[in-house]
Every structure is written in structure tokens, then in C-alpha cells.
């Protein structure tokens, strides 16, 4: 979800001709070389790093870089860098928090925010929304609903905008997802750029029986975000069981396998006749 810099040259640099004694035959110094836009990115919040050691905000941003090009192993490293300057620097909890979820390091994930949250706790702007939104969803990742859901649930109602994604995602894989509507809904109001916000809207709409506003809110998440897997997946189910088009179905199904291995609806397997019909994966990122 590039633009070249090109150095010039200038007299204070010396490039081009200049006398060498007394002799007038001229001399060509080399061009400087030529840096890329991500090359240059990274030497200036590097440099911004170097001059102000204390501030967060620039190695924050060195690991948004480093990771927006793939380069996981050092954005990482720039992260931890940000909160050895400050441990409730929420940017970089938020953003290492993803990391560690995307990859499946769920207690390291907990153990990280879980301090920070204590250290929140005492000072004057309390613990970050967000922060209690991401702790929530590695609890979950964990099987641990009941921690999950208490998370979500004692956040303070002025800050439900910022934890109300996670709350929707917890609940759709409660014992009562259909409690996830409203809350659904009102996480798209709040950002309805988020593939996320979009897909799980899709999920509910699916569970309410309108098939048509969850294809919708499925093809809107990804138009925002082609990355994300589950979308492909509820339109598979969507086609297979809602219109029983199962040539579409295939289609969807194949697109998200290229993005995921898992199959919790089994939809992998050649459907039997006469077999229940699933309704779309809980609140899947």
C-alpha cells in the first residue's frame, strides 16, 4: 500500500573543471554518486537519529522505512531503538506490536506491551488506546478470549474510537458475534479507509443475511489493501454458499491461498452435498 534524487553539482563541490598548478589541461572529477528516494530517506532519519539522541521519533520512522522496503531484521532493531528512548513511545509499540503479530510472536508481543502498560499506568496520560487494543489482540491470537475481552471492555468510552477494531474482532470470535454489528459499523465510521474495518463490516453484513453490502465492504478491503488475506477468503465463502457460483468461489479461494495457508471452514476440501454452510471467518486480518 518511486521518485529518484538526483544530486547536482555545485562550485562548492568541485565537480566539473578545475586547474591542477599551472598546467591547463582540464581535469573531470567523478559525478557524486546518485542516491535512491529510500536511500535518502534512510540517511536522513539517520542523521536526525544521530543529533537528537533522546527523541523516539527518528528511529521510529528509520523502521517504518526499513520495513515499508522489506528490510524486517533492522526495522526491528530501529523500533527497539525508539523505545530505549522512551518504553511507552506508542508509535513504535503500535508498529512492533503488528510486526510481532504478523509473525506469530504473540507472548513476546505481551510481554512487551504488558510493561509498557504498567508504566502507563502512572504517568498523567495513562495507558494508550491503542496500546490496550494490540494487547487485546495477541491475547486472543493466544486463546486467551477472557483476557481479551476484559481488555476491550474496561477501555473508557472516550477512547473507544482508537480500541473499537479490536473490540469488533474479539467479539466476532466470541459466543456472540452478532453483538458485533453496531460495533462494526462504528468502527468503519471511524476509519473507513482500513481493510480491516471494511472486511469485518463485510463479516457482520454476511451474518445479518445481505450478502450484496458484504460483497461490498470485501472488495472495498481490498482495493485498500490486496495484501490482506481474509477478504478472498469470505468472498470464497460468500460465492460457494450465498450464490452457489462455484467457479467464483474457486477464484477467491486461490487468490487467498497465494496470501495464507489456513482453511478454518475447510473450504480446501471439495464441498459434500448438503453440508452447513459456514459464515465468513471471524474477524480474520
Not at 503500535?94 to 499506568?121: C, F, I, P, W
Request: hydrophobic share 40%; glycine share 8%; net charge neutral.
Amino acid at each position: 500500500m518511486a521518485l529518484a534524487l538526483l544530486l547536482g553539482c555545485s562550485a562548492v563541490s568541485g565537480c566539473g573543471m578545475h586547474l591542477v598548478g599551472h598546467r591547463s589541461d582540464a581535469v573531470t572529477r567523478p559525478e557524486e554518486p546518485k542516491l535512491s528516494d529510500l536511500q535518502r530517506k534512510i540517511l536522513e532519519a539517520g542523521q536526525q537519529s544521530a543529533l537528537a539522541p533522546q527523541e523516539p521519533y527518528w528511529p521510529y520512522r528509520l523502521g517504518q522505512i526499513y520495513l515499508e522496503a522489506d528490510s524486517a531484521a533492522r526495522g526491528e532493531a530501529a523500533l527497539r531503538t525508539a523505545l530505549s528512548r522512551d518504553p511507552s513511545y506508542a508509535p513504535a509499540l503500535a508498529l512492533l506490536s503488528k510486526r510481532y503479530y504478523d509473525t506469530g510472536r504473540h507472548q513476546q508481543a505481551v510481554e512487551m506491551l504488558e510493561s509498557a502498560r504498567t508504566k502507563a499506568a502512572a504517568s498523567p496520560d495513562g495507558v494508550p488506546p491503542g496500546l490496550i487494543g494490540g494487547l487485546a489482540l495477541h491475547y486472543e491470537a493466544m486463546g486467551r478470549h477472557d483476557l481479551a475481552t476484559g481488555l476491550v471492555g474496561a477501555a473508557p468510552r472516550s477512547d473507544a474510537g482508537s480500541s473499537r477494531s479490536a473490540l469488533v474482532y474479539v467479539t466476532l470470535r466470541g459466543d456472540q458475534p452478532g453483538a458485533a454489528s453496531d460495533l462494526a459499523r462504528a468502527a468503519l465510521d471511524d476509519d473507513p479507509h482500513s481493510a480491516v474495518n471494511q472486511n469485518n463490516y463485510g463479516i457482520t453484513r454476511l451474518r445479518a443475511g445481505d450478502p450484496k453490502a458484504a460483497r461490498t465492504a470485501f472488495l472495498k478491503a481490498i482495493e485498500i489493501d490486496p495484501k490482506l488475506p481474509g477478504p478472498y477468503y469470505n468472498l470464497a465463502i460468500l460465492e460457494r454458499f450465498y450464490v452457489f457460483d462455484e467457479e467464483a468461489a474457486g477464484r477467491w479461494l486461490e487468490a487467498y491461498r497465494q496470501r495464507a495457508s489456513d482453511d478454518p471452514d475447510n473450504l480446501f476440501a471439495t464441498p459434500k452435498k448438503g453440508e452447513p454452510k459456514p459464515v465468513a471467518e471471524k474477524g480474520r486480518e
